[in-house]
């Protein structure tokens, strides 16, 4: 069984209960608003056509949508892009889906490329960065991410504090399985998206005046919505990396 076979099956799985975190889809108004605002100001006046990579459940291709672009959800998961479509259907939103691997974008003239959270199971990101380089030659690149896994010891610790919480106040869990090791050390990115990282890659990739954000309206919003003890230990940080 090779990799992406290995993730693909693993996110078909996953499907069924990806949206029940609230790190992914979260049912708080004013959560929703500050991503909205996160996403409106990342991207092009609308309509531009965005390709939404690792598109999944559809949470930045929706809001793409709903601010009046033309989305393009990409997904290697059929059973992650099924749900992406229910939940366009249920709002009239129209959501082009297409099934296929992150680093062969569906055409050559998209506005903009955008993702969140796909980079680090890419078996090669550079290249998939580079790729969305040809596919969005005068575009906007958006990278949505957070600080996770071994890129900041104060984070790890952070979030390790935040997971014992959360498995108290028995909060759905992330996922529901860890990829094995095998898998993650066969990743570049697997154990961790720092931003000097990604900005560096985005640049090498042919991506020109990388702008970092830290997402903190976001970041501020989620923590007003959680638990008091959760609120202190608080959420990971989150960013963006845009390019043109
Ligand atoms: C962590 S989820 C993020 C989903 C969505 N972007 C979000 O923000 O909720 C990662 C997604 O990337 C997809 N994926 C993983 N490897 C891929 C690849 N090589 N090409 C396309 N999609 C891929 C998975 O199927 C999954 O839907």
Redesign the pocket.
């Known amino acids: 069984m090779g990799t992406?076979d290995d993730?693909?099956r693993y996110?078909d799985e996953d499907a069924a209960t990806?949206d029940d975190a609230r790190q992914?889809?979260p049912t708080e108004p004013a959560v929703m608003a500050a991503w909205t605002a996160a996403v409106e100001a990342a991207l092009p006046p609308p309509p531009t056509a965005v390709l939404?990579?690792?598109?999944?459940?559809?949470?930045?291709s929706l809001i793409a949508a709903r601010l009046g672009h033309q989305v393009t959800a990409?997904?290697?998961?059929p059973e992650?892009l099924g749900r992406l479509r229910a939940r366009a259907a249920a709002e009239g939103l129209h959501v082009h889906t297409v099934v296929?691997?992150?680093?062969e974008p569906p055409g050559r003239d998209f506005g903009a490329i955008i993702?969140?959270?796909?980079l680090w199971?890419?078996?090669d990101p550079a290249g998939a960065l580079s790729s969305w380089r040809e596919a969005a030659p005068a575009g906007r690149l958006v990278l949505?991410e957070s600080i996770w896994g071994a890129v900041d010891p104060i984070e790890a610790l952070r979030s390790a504090a935040g997971r014992i919480l959360g498995r108290l106040h028995r909060m759905p869990p992330e996922h529901h399985a860890e990829y094995s090791d095998e898998l993650r050390r066969s990743l570049p990115l697997g154990h961790g998206t720092h931003p000097g990282t990604l900005v560096s890659l985005a640049v090498d990739a042919g991506w020109r005046t990388p702008r970092l954000h830290r997402l903190r309206d976001v970041e501020w919003a989620e923590r007003m919505a959680l638990p008091l003890a959760e609120r202190l230990v608080g959420t990971a940080p989150r960013f963006l990396v845009v390019a043109d």
């Open positions: 992406i993730i693909r996110w990806y992914h889809r939404d990579c690792g598109a999944g459940t559809g949470f930045l990409l997904d290697v998961s992650m296929g691997l992150a680093a993702e969140r959270h796909l199971t890419l078996p949505v």
